[in-house]
């Protein structure tokens, strides 16, 4: 493959890939700045933060973390961390089964089944919000972290089903042929062939799902006041700051942020398959 | 449908259904019932609901004067369809969802492109970029709206001020070019991961085949990667199309739907009549048609696109 001895590359094709390099980190940084602005911002103090001339070198604070806190973020947080958390492990308990039934033993329609989680997702949530709300009231469930839980549940249950059942049909049939041969029951078959295989994809799905109820907002907007609102709502009180309190309000967002960032970042090899519902891997 | 038609999602994948022996009634039962409680959940917090809000759709009703209701039958359809605010609103809607799903899908695909190659730090690129997409929308909003656009300190007019602009109040004299910006910058991470697992999925020995011959990066990339990655496109459009004509977080907390009604989009359109005016026979009305909306939305970007890579298509021959 040798070329003759006065062979050299083009110039372009020298400097062609350093050229793209670095436009890559240039847009790298652009998209990412947001976030580190964010960031660095929640460690000054508020002079240090509200300059027309944005201030780069500053001595750090955890001031504003401290404010925050005292203005009461840490029940918003917990709440977050509950209807995320529970509202995750209701949607496994029942996805899995059903994502079972829709791939390895198939149902007779599952073509249809399938759609229909798909088409739940589609419902805009505007469209369901006033029965809920109404349903809620009337059952004393509003400002509650259980109309979260049940909410967020159905708000995930589509994606968990897709995602899982992507994952099931990974399984090699041979596997699951060996076990029946070998007389497994489908107790058995499911506890100690199906789940274990699953494992990984069953935490995929938990991130996934924990980060889209995490980072909800509308639903807990709305039906949700004092006693159990979320993250979001809680930087609500920060819309008419004007820029008064730029810095606490830096510290309360990467306070929510931070969690999903974290997750997002540890599970970003399976972040594609899950928003795309299991389609793409 | 797209998402069916993807392989690894398809019935055709690796394991498969196990062959359908047709099975006994009683066996069909038994592989019923794992699906139930599923189903029931989501009939029951999704579809009765909005039963109820199509039958509400037919009612006078306001939460603020109960035991009221009367049945008006088509009254509320004809608000809405006479209804300004509706008109100026599903403008906005369908503006803020095409601009942002467009301009996502385009620089998330030369992202993709860009990260598919092998230079130093890959890795590390590949996660500060999907960060914006994990940040929470609500505080998206607020961040654009403090950090970057405010007229004082927002970083956009720092730089904009070297450029000899000074203090441009972006939010309220670019109302939706700020709203898309905030979209753009959440999605086109979501829209280069979809695209960007297309890229990997690519069989090496055809793009070898082209190279060998004798097709150059572009030609490459236009007729072979290009019509390769069209379901992945397609895909990441409806996806998009379904998340963004839902587009609220963001709307409540830079622009509050204005100036005026400027930003103001279905959802929130929907959310001010219901929770702030109360409004439950109309807003109940505006919410069905949203529906009706948003599943013309979805049929209709399908197409579309479906048509413009036919054209691609024909293009070739």
Not at chain 1, 80 to 104: F, K
Request: glycine share 8%; net charge positive; hydrophobic share 55%.
């Amino acid at each position: 493959m040798r070329s003759p001895a006065a062979f050299r590359p083009p110039l372009r094709r020298r400097f062609g890939p350093w050229l793209w390099t670095t436009v890559t980190w240039v847009v790298t940084a652009v998209f990412f700045f947001p976030v580190l602005w964010m960031a660095l911002t929640a460690f000054k103090t508020e002079a240090d933060a509200y300059t027309t001339s944005p201030t780069v070198v500053f001595s750090p604070t955890l001031e504003q973390f401290r404010a925050v806190f005292a203005e009461g973020v840490g029940p918003y947080l917990g709440n977050s961390a509950l209807a995320a958390g529970a509202s995750t492990a209701v949607v496994l308990l029942l996805a899995t089964p059903a994502a079972y039934a829709l791939s390895i033993r198939p149902v007779r329609r599952w073509r249809d089944v399938l759609f229909f989680f798909l088409s739940t997702k589609m419902l805009p949530v505007v469209a369901a919000i006033i029965p809920v709300y109404l349903a809620a009231r009337g059952l004393g469930a509003l400002d509650s972290i259980g109309t979260l839980i049940v909410l967020y549940t159905a708000m995930n249950l589509p994606v968990a089903v897709w995602m899982l059942r992507s994952f099931f049909l990974e399984i090699p049939r041979e596997v699951l042929e060996a076990a029946r041969v070998d007389g497994a029951t489908t107790r058995q078959e499911v506890m100690w062939v199906l789940l274990p295989m699953v494992a990984p994809g069953l935490a995929a799905t938990a991130l996934i799902c924990v980060i889209f109820s995490w980072n909800e907002f509308f639903l807990a907007l709305n039906l949700t006041s004092v006693r159990s609102a979320t993250m979001p709502v809680f930087l609500v009180g920060f819309i008419t700051s004007e820029g008064l309190y730029w810095a606490r309000l830096a510290a309360a967002a990467t306070l929510a942020c931070l969690p999903v960032l974290l997750m997002g970042w540890l599970a970003q090899r399976q972040l594609a398959r899950g928003l795309s519902m299991g389609a793409v891997k | 449908m797209a998402v069916g038609a993807l392989p690894p999602a398809g019935p055709t994948a690796t394991a498969g259904p196990l062959p359908a022996r047709r099975p006994p009634r009683r066996a069909g039962w038994r592989r019923r019932w794992p699906l139930a409680p599923a189903l029931l959940w989501l009939v029951v917090l999704t579809q009765l609901p909005f039963v109820f809000t199509v039958l509400f759709s037919f009612q006078s009703r306001n939460l603020l004067r109960p035991g009221a209701e009367r049945w008006v039958g088509l009254a509320n359809y004809a608000n809405v369809f006479t209804d300004t605010v509706f008109r100026a609103a599903l403008l906005t809607e369908i503006e803020l969802t095409v601009l942002a799903v467009a301009i996502a899908m385009a620089l998330g695909t030369a992202l993709a492109l860009l990260l598919d190659r092998r230079f130093p730090g890959r890795g590390v690129a590949r996660t500060l970029l999907i960060s914006p997409f994990l940040v929470m929308p609500a505080v998206a909003g607020l961040l654009w709206k403090t950090a970057m656009f405010d007229p004082v300190f927002g970083l956009v007019n720092v730089a904009a001020s070297w450029a000899g602009v000074q203090g441009t109040d972006f939010t309220s004299r670019f109302p939706v070019a700020s709203v898309v910006t905030v979209l753009v910058w959440q999605w086109t991470p979501f829209m280069m991961l979809i695209v960007l697992a297309g890229l990997r999925s690519q069989p090496a020995d055809t793009l070898e085949a082209a190279r060998v011959d004798g097709a150059g990066p572009w030609a490459t990339f236009r007729w072979i990667t290009l019509p390769y990655l069209r379901r992945y496109i397609e895909l990441g459009v409806l996806l998009g199309v379904i998340h963004l004509v839902n587009t609220f977080d963001v709307i409540y907390m830079m622009t509050q739907g204005g100036p005026g009604t400027r930003t103001t989009n279905l959802p929130y359109y929907i959310y001010q009549r219901a929770f702030l005016g109360f409004d439950v026979g109309q807003s109940s009305a505006l919410g069905v048609v949203t529906v009706a909306g948003t599943l013309v939305a979805a049929a209709l970007a399908l197409r579309l696109l479906f048509t413009a890579f036919t054209g691609v298509r024909a293009g070739d021959r």
